[in-house]
């Protein structure tokens, strides 16, 4: 893990069934990833996300 993910371990990832998860993007407070989380989910795709601490 680089210095820069250490410094925002809260990140959002995509699931994909049968594959690894892929970060979205990452943010330095769960507040800020809940926010964007919420944002991702109302733009009315049925994509699944989900918020983890790495």
Do not use: H
Not at 19 to 42: G, S
């Amino acid at each position: 893990m680089t210095y820069s993910e250490q410094l925002k371990p809260w990140c959002i990832v995509r699931d994909i069934p049968n594959q690894e998860n892929i970060v979205v993007t990452r943010f330095r407070r769960r507040d800020d990833a809940v926010a964007y989380l919420q944002v991702l989910k109302q733009s009315g795709r049925n994509i699944a996300f989900k918020i983890l601490f790495k």
